[in-house]
T-cell receptor, first 113, second 113 residues
C-alpha cells in the first residue's frame, strides 16, 4: 500500500517560534496533499488542500499567514506554524491521495509552551 | 455546506457482539466514501465505496453504501478488544482539481473483554 511519512512525530517549541512539519509520499506521487488538525476526542478538521506547484487552498477560518503550506514537489508538502502560541498545540495530520484513496501520515503532536 | 454525520458518537459493547456504525452525508459532487480506523495516531484505511448496494468485506468488517439515501454503514461482527478505536467516515467530494475529503465526527467504539 501507499506510504505517507510525516516528520517530526512530536515537537515542543517555545511560544513565538515557528515549527515546520514535513509530509512525504514515499512510493507514489501526490499532486494533492491535505493538512488536518485534530483536537482531543474530536474528528479531523481539514485546514487546507495543498496542490503541487500552486498556492494552497485554505478552509474558512484557517489563517493562511499563520499556517504556511508549501508543496514544492510531487512527494513533499510542508506545513509551517509561524509564531506559534499555546492555542496552536494540537495533533496535525497530513494525507495524500494515491490509488483513489487518502493515505495518512503518522501525525505530529505539537506542544507550544 | 458539505456535511458528514456519524452515529452513534460512542458505543460500548462486549466481546462477541455485533455493531453497526452509521454515516450520513450531504455533499456536492460526491466521488467516494471511505472508512478509517484510528487507534493512537493516524487513521488506517478500511474501505472505499463508490457504488450503491455493493458490499465490501474484510474479515469481520463489512460496509455498504446507499447513494440514494446518502448513507453508509460499517458492520463489525464478533467484536474483539482490538476493535476498540475511533471509526471515521470520510466523503471525497468536488470536481477534478478541487476535491477534498470531509470527515465525520467519528464513532468511538470500546469493546470490553
Amino acid at each position: 500500500g501507499a506510504v505517507v511519512s510525516q516528520h517530526p512525530s512530536w515537537v515542543i517549541c517555545k511560544s513565538g517560534t515557528s515549527v515546520k512539519i514535513e509530509c512525504r509520499s514515499l512510493d507514489f506521487q501526490a499532486t494533492t496533499m491535505f493538512w488536518y488538525r485534530q483536537f482531543p476526542k474530536q474528528s479531523l478538521m481539514l485546514m487546507a488542500t495543498s496542490n503541487e506547484g500552486s498556492k494552497a487552498t485554505y478552509e474558512q477560518g484557517v489563517e493562511k499567514d499563520k499556517f504556511l503550506i508549501n508543496h514544492a514537489s510531487l512527494t513533499l508538502s510542508t506545513l509551517t506554524v509561524t509564531s506559534a502560541h499555546p492555542e496552536d498545540s494540537s495533533f496535525y495530520i497530513c494525507s495524500a491521495k494515491g490509488m483513489g484513496k487518502a493515505f495518512f501520515g503518522q501525525g505530529t503532536r505539537l506542544t507550544v509552551v | 455546506e458539505d456535511k458528514v454525520v456519524q452515529s452513534p458518537l460512542s458505543l460500548v459493547v462486549h466481546e462477541g457482539d455485533t455493531v453497526t456504525l452509521n454515516c450520513s452525508y450531504e455533499v456536492t459532487n460526491f466521488r467516494s466514501l471511505l472508512w478509517y480506523k484510528q487507534e493512537k495516531k493516524a487513521p488506517t484505511f478500511l474501505f472505499m465505496l463508490t457504488s450503491s448496494g455493493i458490499e465490501k468485506k474484510s474479515g469481520r468488517l463489512s460496509s455498504i453504501l446507499d447513494k440514494k439515501e446518502l448513507f453508509s454503514i460499517l458492520n463489525i461482527t464478533a467484536t474483539q478488544t482490538g476493535d476498540s478505536a475511533i471509526y471515521l467516515c470520510a466523503v471525497e467530494a468536488g470536481t477534478s482539481g478541487t476535491y477534498k475529503y470531509i470527515f465525520g465526527t467519528g464513532t468511538r467504539l470500546k469493546v470490553l473483554a
